[in-house]
Each structure stands twice: as C-alpha cells, then as structure tokens.
C-alpha cells in the first residue's frame, strides 16, 4: 500500500506529453532531482525526502534558426558510468547539460532538410547506454552521441535507421559485460519495437512488428521489454527473441508511462485514464517465462496524467505529473 505524501510545487504545470517526468535520485546527499517540461522551459526541482523543495532552476530551449520559441519534448538525466548528463529534447535540437543544468556542453540542431512543409520537426527518446546517449527524431533515426569521460568534445558518432515512423521512447539496460545481449530498446509512433546491441557499433539484434497502436513507452529489465501502448495494453517481450510472454489490458486509455524499478522487479504503469498501477515482475524458475502480479493501485482524480517515474531503485516510493497540475505528487509505501 501506497500513502500520499507532500506534494513539490513547481512554477507552471506539466505540459501533455507522454514521459514528461524523469527523477535522478543522489542517496549520498539524500536528494532527489526532478524535471518536467511546459512549452519553451524545462522546470528542475531539487527535493529532501520530506518534499521539501530545495531549489529550482529553469531551463529553455535553445533558439536555432526560427521566428517562435521552439516547444521542449522531453528532459532526462542520462547516468554514464562515468558522469551524468541532464538531455532536453525540442523542436529545434538536442542540449545536453551538467546534471544540474548549470552548463550546457553539447547543442545539436536538427537537420530538417528531409522533412516536407507539414511535417513536425523533434527529438524525443532519450536513453544511455555504456558511454553512449541515444536520442530518437521524427525521422524515425536513432542519434547516437559517443560521450568523453569530462568536457563538451561530445562526437555524433552514428545514426540508426530501423524506424518508419516517429520514435516515441528508448530504454536501456547494462548489459553487464555478456557478449550479444540486446540491452537497448526503440520504439516508435507504428507500435514497431528495435532491440539493439550496443558497442563500437550499435547493431540490430531482433524487430517487434506493431500492430497499430502506437508504442507510447518503454522499459528493459533482466532481458524482458516492458512496452506501453495508446490503447491502454502492456506488453512484455523477450528481448533477445521477441517473443510475447504477456499481454494485460492494464489501463482503460492510452499509456502515458512505464518505470521499472531494477532492484525488486517493479513495474510502474501510468495512463490517461487518472490511475497508477504496480506489478511486480518475476521469471519462473520452472518454465522461465516472466510472471506479474498486480500490487497497487492508485487514481489520481481529474488529471490527464503525463508521467510517472519511481523516486528509488526499490521501488518504495513514485512521482506523478499531470496536465494543468502545478505540482508533482508524491506517493510511498507505508
């Protein structure tokens, strides 16, 4: 069971966009950073366990070429094995920051050179992988930044090109020193899933045809995809063959976010129907296959939710965002 805590208020709400919530927790310094985007800006809030907010920053998008202010999609902390980077996505560019969005050391603009005068021009999906951070676009193409141990010299060091549509979310995993384990995952606006495998050279390892629906949310725990869809169902995938272990019609609208908690095997479900669901993932040790149970769920009355994340590795505790809603709730066990 699950309590309500102290909300975190924040200067403007969350904008109505899938994932607009990410959470870095700092256990050395009992901290936890949050990030959520409205418009042009990106709200960061640094928060003590109790809710109490400690500062607040506030980011924008940068210019490029244009004549209106470019509309943010996404802010994420990525944690490398060597330091953490805060990635704002837009309609303009990629910015990548210090992890407390002091200094920006890398600004990528997007070329739209192949986009006709209809078509949306954005990065969404954002995920690290080894020493890498993987970006998604509208073109359907995986940007992927090889990043150095200290300071801006950020290279653009390969494109991936599997999608056909729009990439809508990318998750990842460590892949723990195996050789050919798939330990990253892309999905797109067809409901198409790409597992990959990192290194030198990213290569595709196994495709999960769509089926209509788009995939709206991802996430990769112990070789199992966990993929959210716009009609309310999850999906959960072996991600070195693709197969289909379980299929729950978990929410009544589309899945606005999944979160995994990697230390118990907790999965985070959030959607556009106002509730929050937890299920706890385990593998048989009979069949092998992946197991759910269902532990909690929480409404959160008249608010088109737009991300949900856990605020620990255990799961113990999780943040809610929502369209309109000046503040980011806050839930733990009891």
């Known amino acids: 069971m699950f309590r309500r805590e102290r909300s975190i208020p924040l200067r403007g709400s969350a904008a109505a966009l899938c994932n607009n919530l990410s959470v870095l927790q700092l256990p050395l310094r009992n901290l936890t950073h949050f990030g959520v985007v409205h418009g042009p800006s990106a709200h960061l809030l640094s928060a003590a366990p109790e809710g109490v907010p400690l500062a607040q920053r506030q980011l924008h998008a940068k210019e490029g070429a244009g004549v209106s202010p470019p509309l943010i999609t996404q802010v994420h902390w990525c944690v490398l094995p060597f330091r953490v980077l805060l990635v704002l996505t837009s309609h303009r560019g990629i910015q990548m920051y210090e992890s407390d969005g002091s200094v920006m050391v890398y600004w990528h603009a997007l070329d739209s050179g192949d986009a006709s005068p209809v078509q949306a021009v954005f990065a969404r999906g954002i995920a690290s992988s080894g020493h890498f951070i993987c970006v998604g676009t509208w073109s359907g193409r995986v940007l992927v930044f090889d990043i150095p141990a200290k300071g801006p010299n950020i290279v653009l060091s390969e494109e991936l090109a599997a999608h056909p549509t729009s990439v809508t979310d990318i998750a990842s995993e460590p892949a723990q020193g195996q050789d050919c384990v798939a330990d990253m995952v892309t999905a797109d606006d067809s409901g198409l899933l790409c597992i990959w495998r990192s290194g030198p050279e990213f290569k595709l390892s196994t495709q999960i045809p769509g089926f209509g629906v788009p995939c709206t949310s991802v996430q990769l725990w112990q070789g199992t995809i966990a993929a959210g869809y716009g009609n309310g169902q999850v999906r959960l995938y072996e991600a070195s063959t693709g197969t289909l272990h379980i299929q729950i019609n978990a929410h009544a609208r589309a899945i606005c976010a999944l979160d995994l908690a990697p230390d118990v095997g907790k999965l985070l479900t959030a959607a556009e129907d106002t509730f929050v669901h937890i299920w706890k993932l385990s593998r048989s040790s009979e069949s092998g296959y992946i197991e759910v149970e269902h532990c909690h769920g929480e409404c959160v009355p008249d608010i088109q939710?737009?991300?949900?994340?856990?605020?620990?590795?255990?799961?113990?505790?999780?943040?809610?965002?929502?369209?309109?809603?000046?503040e980011i709730l806050r839930f733990s066990s009891m």
């Open 305 to 326: 939710v737009c991300g949900a994340r856990f605020c620990d590795p255990s799961g113990n505790s999780f943040a809610v965002t929502g369209y309109d809603l000046a």
